[in-house]
């Protein structure tokens, strides 16, 4: 998986291929996997392929233009009653969006994070297009599919020493 790490880098332009069922699970079984604060799980998922549908996803903000060329998107949403720790269900969102996109690079499949939250004018609009019900919060949209042309990955030279602070 460290490998996926390095592979990953955003995906905006994808080919006319499909993702199959197979492969929008493992992702999703990725993103369950995420660590949560006191295990509360706030993650509900809307697996978007409808074309209208992703084309109105893809106006909600001008970053989500990605989801109208997307094969599929994911919608990234987060309960909002029920948690133990609900300060922390961003956080919990936050890593379970990240291993969805390194388990999608894992596969060689491309993907992009589209925020959403903490906008409230783009999450109502994301709500009504997936039809979430009430103490569901969309958190991020995420466009997967197989990438247009082969993306460059950006992982491996992003170290920098100087943000390292030892403290021995």
């Known amino acids: 998986m460290v490998e996926?790490?390095?592979?990953?880098?955003?995906?905006?332009?994808?080919?006319?291929?499909?993702?199959?069922?197979?492969?929008?699970?493992?992702?999703?079984?990725?993103?369950?996997?995420?660590?949560s604060g006191g295990n509360q799980q706030p993650w509900e998922f809307f697996v978007v392929r409808d074309a209208e549908r992703r084309s109105r996803l893809s106006q909600v903000t001008k970053y989500a233009k990605p989801a109208d060329a997307a094969p599929c998107v994911i919608v990234a949403c987060m309960r909002?009653?029920?948690?133990?720790?609900?300060?922390?269900?961003?956080?919990?969102?936050?890593?379970?969006?990240?291993?969805?996109?390194?388990?999608?690079?894992?596969?060689?499949?491309?993907?992009?994070?589209?925020?959403?939250?903490p906008d409230e004018?783009?999450?109502?609009?994301?709500?009504?297009?997936v039809g979430a019900p009430e103490g569901i919060q969309p958190f991020a949209?995420?466009?997967?599919?197989?990438?247009a042309a082969p993306p460059a990955a950006k992982g491996a030279d992003r170290y920098e020493e100087s943000r390292v602070h030892w403290l021995n």
């Open 4 to 35: 996926a790490i390095y592979k990953r880098a955003s995906v905006r332009a994808f080919a006319d291929e499909a993702v199959t069922d197979d492969q929008v699970r493992a992702a999703l079984r990725a993103a369950m996997a995420a660590p």
């Open 80 to 117: 909002t009653e029920g948690l133990r720790f609900p300060s922390l269900a961003v956080q919990d969102m936050g890593a379970a969006v990240e291993n969805l996109l390194l388990a999608v690079a894992d596969m060689d499949l491309g993907a992009v994070w589209m925020g959403i939250a």
């Open 141 to 147: 949209l995420v466009a997967l599919g197989r990438p």
């Open 121 to 129: 004018e783009p999450m109502k609009a994301v709500a009504d297009i």
